[in-house]
């Protein structure tokens, strides 16, 4: 079945620890993106791919960091640098980066230790 | 600055009864308009989008009205069902914004037996 899975479904962080998310594609989409969403808020864009190789901050894009080297792959990393990181991590792709439908994973839960 | 709002944080409406959802934009450059249904620690769901060159599309229960002079569109769910409780997010893009979608903050609907 063709869909988008992320992995890990629950992740702990140290203080001062650098973690990362996975994200895969199987629908031979070209555009990859990451959201967060916090309670009562909606999804807030961190960083988004047109291409492989290629990607740009989103609105939050502070301490956080990607790569795009597989069309396939859209990994994010929680740097240390994030003070504030627990959230709801949503990983989207769309078959191409112009106003087109995205479709979701099933998202990560991030929690700080 | 918030150019993606969807004023009513919650809804309640009885089974077989209709659901409105409400969504305001203020940037006139949106060009594409989404809904999106949420579970609880899940990854959003697509369910109907509609371009700004129309005014109305429809797919089975759900209908989404765009009135673009109001800078405003609306979800119709007829008739609703208990199963479509959940959190629901408009969403808006525009070309020039590379497609990335600016999210509202989410209605919670509940539809009662």
């Known amino acids: 079945d063709g869909g988008i899975t992320q992995s890990p479904k629950y992740l702990f962080r140290k203080e001062g620890q650098n973690v990362t998310l996975s994200c895969e594609q199987n629908l031979n989409h070209d555009a990859m993106y990451w959201y967060r969403q916090d309670p009562g808020q909606g999804l807030r864009l961190i960083y988004y791919s047109q291409i492989v190789n290629d990607f740009q901050k989103g609105d939050i894009a502070e301490g956080y960091s990607v790569s795009r080297e597989k069309k396939e792959s859209f990994p994010l990393t929680v740097t240390s640098a994030q003070k504030n990181p627990t959230a709801f991590y949503l990983c989207a792709s769309s078959r191409t980066g112009i106003s087109e439908t995205q479709y979701f994973g099933p998202g990560t839960r991030l929690l700080v230790l | 600055d918030q150019q993606v709002k969807q004023n009513s944080p919650s809804l309640s409406v009885q089974e077989g009864r209709i659901s409105i959802l409400n969504c305001d934009y203020t940037?006139?450059?949106?060009?594409?308009f989404l809904w999106y249904k949420k579970y609880p620690a899940e990854g959003p769901t697509f369910l109907i989008s509609?371009?700004?060159?129309?005014d109305k599309n429809e797919d089975g229960r759900f209908t989404v009205f765009l009135n673009k002079s109001a800078k405003h569109l609306s979800l119709h769910i007829v008739p609703s069902q208990p199963g479509d409780s959940a959190v629901y997010f408009c969403a808006a893009s525009s070309n020039n914004q590379g497609g990335k979608l600016i999210f509202g903050q989410g209605t919670e609907l509940s539809v009662k037996p």
């Open positions: 509609i371009s700004s060159i129309k």
């Open positions: 940037n006139s450059m949106f060009d594409y």
